[in-house]
Nanobody, 122 residues
């Protein structure tokens, strides 16, 4: 299963960006999709997650500013409002679920996107 992110860029403090992540492949089901981020010199951290049933979870640092959502297909979005310089990082999409590998055989997948840069600066 492949994940491809888009929507990153340069934005001024207080601005907004919307990230998208499309999952493709022989997907049977997606259990959860998440957004992580990694700033220079820091560990990768979970930003937001959404389950198949629509339950969401956010890091304290983005609660109330970021919103994760997904469509009825295999796309997850991250709406980021009120961006701060501390939000500058490479944002990665992550997904897990089941993929069809051959007739009547499924296996779990755990996939990452290539990342998209978000820079918040004046």
């Amino acid at each position: 299963v492949q994940l491809v992110e888009s929507g990153g860029g340069l934005v001024q403090p207080g601005g907004s960006l919307r990230l998208s992540c499309v999952a493709s492949g022989n997907i049977r089901s997606i259990e959860a999709m998440d957004w992580f981020r990694q700033a220079p010199g820091k560990q990768r951290e979970l930003v937001a997650s959404i389950t198949r049933t629509g339950s969401t979870n956010y890091a304290d640092s983005v609660q109330g500013r970021f919103t994760i959502s997904r469509d009825n297909a295999n796309t997850v979005f991250l709406q980021m409002n009120g961006l701060k310089p501390d939000d500058t990082a490479v944002y990665y999409c992550h997904g897990e679920g089941l993929e069809r590998v051959r007739a009547f055989v499924d296996r779990q997948f755990n996939s990452w996107g290539q990342g998209t840069q978000v820079t918040v600066s004046s």
